[in-house]
């Protein structure tokens, strides 16, 4: 019913940049928080960037001042644009979704995109 598509991974050189973006579709019937988490093998899968539908954001420390989420109401869509990346953020990014459907418009859950491989090179 719903899917989240990530694109814009990569390869990319230390102190270079990236943008990532996870377009929602499907029977949506209004999106609250939209997030980009990272993992690496063996760790835990992280949060990295949140905004909320009215636009507030927040970062992990790791990635502020470096990183920038943004959405797009209209499009169902969100985005993460990543500056002076460093070997330290190689990572699959996933997108997440906090969404209700239009056949239970009160239930929100949680959606994710399958992934975006991003690779930083020293």
């Known amino acids: 019913q719903v899917q989240l598509v990530e694109s814009g991974g990569g390869l990319v050189q230390a102190g270079g940049s990236l943008g990532l973006s996870c377009a929602a579709s499907?029977?949506?019937?209004?999106?609250?928080?939209m997030n980009w988490y990272r993992q690496v093998p063996g760790k835990q899968r992280e949060l990295v960037a949140t905004?909320?539908?009215?636009?507030?954001?927040n970062y992990a420390d790791s990635v502020k001042g470096r990183f920038t989420i943004s959405r797009d109401n209209a499009k169902n869509t969100v985005y993460l644009r990543m500056n002076s990346l460093k070997p330290e953020d190689t990572a699959v990014y996933y997108c997440?979704?906090?969404?209700?459907?239009?056949?239970?418009?009160?239930?929100?859950?949680?959606?994710w995109g399958r992934g975006t491989q991003v690779t930083v090179s020293s």
């Open positions: 905004i909320t539908s009215g636009g507030s954001t």
């Open positions: 499907g029977s949506i019937f209004n999106i609250n928080a």
């Open positions: 997440n979704a906090f969404l209700a459907v239009l056949t239970t418009k009160n239930i929100y859950s949680s959606y």
